[in-house]
């Protein structure tokens, strides 16, 4: 908070919210007031057809839902219903205005611009998500901007390695929306870049990881060639053509492995001394220091419905998903949750729920408290909430960003791609996870980037990579039939035996 602000006091009490609503009703009935004459004529039934005159019976403050238009000979229908209607739509003012106060987030006192935090669609050009803005929705670019870069390194320093990371990012989208141009230019910039201000890219990077990383860079210059080429002859292709496609999808290809390359040579710059402190309280629990790779295999259970996975009228006997967890943005969730893969906690396990928002699992039962119980007559393992924000090189523990005061702070590792792997836990005890995980879906309209209710509330650590097409196939009921470590084992640090 910007110096001389109030002091800053949660209002969770009722009668705050009660003077916001009564404030925001007298202001609609100020304005809506003049129209509102009060008329008695009651609108009949909403079946039948528009000839129909509206039948009475009803009190002008039923809100069953009605809206009818009538037209020619009926406007005289239409003029005696008028005052019903700018009356019914005067009070349904009032009401959205105390709906909306009453159940608007809490406010806290001293949140006022600009003397607060900026509002939380003020997003700086290498953000996660921001509204008003194209929503990054890429798991991979998602995990790279997560990576502690700035906060170990100085946003200054790693500057030029962000905008090399996004002119590669910006090939795909201009090549998919046919602007041959626009996507030849960031390539340009790309190839510039690592010809003029290679020395620069590699600055940060320490004596012992040059060679690899000088390495990595010079690996994506013959991808980004090879896309030029196949700009040009895309831009030459009849327009919706089978060769004009064929060079979108060539260009994708060789953007991905650029990206892929850029984010190899992005972990090389994370000093590789750098370990994310976590609480006292939480020393003895698993910790990933790091990223790891998870390989799942789902089948179809006997209660699912489907014998196999369809998609795009291809059918797949099986589902395969592989996701990167972040232990550098969340060493305890990740930590654990690899640590229950290494022992095979997951494997023959149900998807416990699947309902187009999460898919969930992990739910042990009844004897251990539907959690993870190390030995029998042990306690169950919790874990603390654990929300990673940039900008701190250590995540925050046992409480939720509004919580903590940190409204408008990005979470680094945020709820806005398919496949997006999170503890779960219960709704009123921040460190009550153990074993269920969730994968969100995510949907822009119901949970929007950068505002939905699950950012800086549950502990996201990673991301399908590969393998999102199938989530929404995945059913309640489908079975994990295998589910392994594939990388970054060596990463896990506390793991149990």
Not at 258 to 282: C, I, N, R
Not at 354 to 365: C, L, N, R, W
Not at 396 to 404: F, G, I, N, Q, V
Request: glycine share 8%; with cysteine; charged share 25%.
């Amino acid at each position: 908070m910007a110096a001389g602000a109030l002091s800053v006091r949660r209002q969770r009490s009722w009668p705050s919210r009660a003077v916001a609503a009564a404030v925001a009703a007298v202001l609609a009935l100020r304005f809506a007031g003049p129209l509102l004459e009060p008329s008695f004529v009651t609108p009949g039934s909403n079946q039948g057809s528009p000839s129909q005159k509206p039948q009475t019976g009803r009190s002008a403050f039923d809100f069953s839902p009605r809206w009818d238009f009538w037209q020619g000979a009926e406007r005289q229908s239409s003029q005696q219903d008028a005052g019903s209607a700018t009356h019914k739509a005067g009070v349904l003012a009032v009401l959205a205005a105390l709906c909306v106060a009453w159940l608007a987030p809490p406010v806290e006192t001293g949140q006022f611009w600009p003397a607060g935090p900026a509002p939380a669609v003020a997003r700086t050009p290498l953000a996660t998500s921001g509204s008003g803005s194209k929503v990054n929705k890429d798991p991979i670019s998602l995990l790279q901007l997560a990576l502690p870069l700035e906060e170990t390194l100085g946003e200054n320093q790693v500057k030029p390695i962000r905008e090399f990371q996004k002119n590669v990012e910006e090939i795909t989208g201009a090549t998919k929306i046919r602007s041959w141009d626009r996507a030849a230019s960031y390539v340009e910039k790309a190839l510039n870049t690592l010809k003029d201000r290679k020395k620069e890219l590699m600055k940060p990077v320490v004596a012992s990881r040059q060679a690899d990383a000088s390495a990595t860079l010079d690996a994506i210059v013959p991808e980004l060639k090879k896309i030029l080429k196949d700009l040009e002859v895309g831009a030459a292709a009849e327009m919706g053509s089978a060769r004009e496609q064929d060079m979108v999808d060539a260009v994708g290809n060789c953007a991905a492995k650029a990206q892929e390359l850029v984010g190899k040579f992005e972990e090389l710059v994370v000093p590789p001394d750098f370990l994310p402190k976590v609480p006292d309280y939480a020393a003895s629990l698993p910790r990933l220091n790091g990223r790891a790779t998870v390989e799942w295999t789902l089948k179809r259970g006997p209660d699912s419905g489907p014998k196999s996975y369809a998609i795009d009228a291809v059918i797949y006997p099986e589902a395969k998903l592989t996701m990167v967890l972040d232990g550098w943005s969340a060493p305890v969730s990740a930590g654990n949750f690899l640590d229950l893969v290494k022992r095979d906690f997951y494997k023959g396990m149900k998807i416990q729920r699947a309902d187009g928002f999460i898919i969930q699992t992990g739910d042990s039962g009844d004897a251990d408290q539907h959690g993870f119980r190390p030995e029998k007559g042990k306690p169950v393992r919790r874990i603390p909430l654990e929300v990673g924000i940039r900008g701190r090189k250590e995540a925050l523990y046992s409480e939720t960003m509004d919580e903590a005061r940190l409204i408008g702070q990005e979470v680094k590792i945020p709820f806005q791609a398919d496949g997006t792997i999170s503890m779960a836990r219960a709704e009123f005890d921040d460190d009550s996870a153990s074993s269920q995980v969730f994968m969100f879906l995510f949907e822009s309209d119901m949970t929007p980037a950068g505002k939905n209710f699950l950012d800086g509330r549950y502990g996201a650590f990673g991301y399908v990579v590969d393998g999102a097409k199938f989530l929404r196939k995945i059913k309640e009921g489908d079975i994990i039939e295998d589910i392994k470590i594939t990388s970054g084992l060596e990463n896990l640090i506390n793991a149990s035996s």
